[in-house]
């Protein structure tokens, strides 16, 4: 078992309320969690894209950089409860790996966007979970769930 980004097994949960097409490789593999942190922190579908400023999710977590969503609205608190409940979901269900959505203010694994540039670092979820001895996955890393 594993918990994955909704948004890649096609749920319309993404900022601007449209859906990816589904991973098929994801589908392939039965239980598989599909989870969204900024849902279950709170925000709604669609709602305003947002963005780490000044840092990444270790950096949210440690409290020196915020998430900022285009109407320059602080949305830190919703990406942090969304973390610590997909974390709480995870320890809930013996589940220690994820596979989440790269360039994702809460799931990226290796890259994400600050302004129009994307900058080496980790989301808010992916963050937690790596540092709760986590195997966490980017989305262009599924072919390491066949390993």
Known sequence: ???????????????????YPA??????FSGAIPLCP????GLATPRAPAQIINGNGFD??????RVINSAGIDVTLEFIAGAQ????IARQ??????????RSPSCAVHCLYQGKALISGMG??????L???????????????YA
């Open 124 to 129: 808010v979820t992916s963050a937690l979970l």
């Open 131 to 145: 540092s709760e001895d986590f195997d966490v996955l980017s989305s262009e890393e599924i072919d390491k769930l």
């Open 23 to 28: 991973e098929k490789r994801l589908l392939y």
């Open 85 to 88: 409940e997909v974390l709480k």
């Open 60 to 65: 949210v977590l440690s409290g020196r950089a």
């Open 93 to 102: 269900n013996k589940i220690s790996r994820a596979v989440l959505k790269e």
């Open 38 to 41: 900024e849902q279950l922190g």
């Open 1 to 19: 078992m594993f918990i994955v980004s909704a948004c890649l097994l096609g749920l319309k949960c993404r900022w601007n309320g449209l859906k």
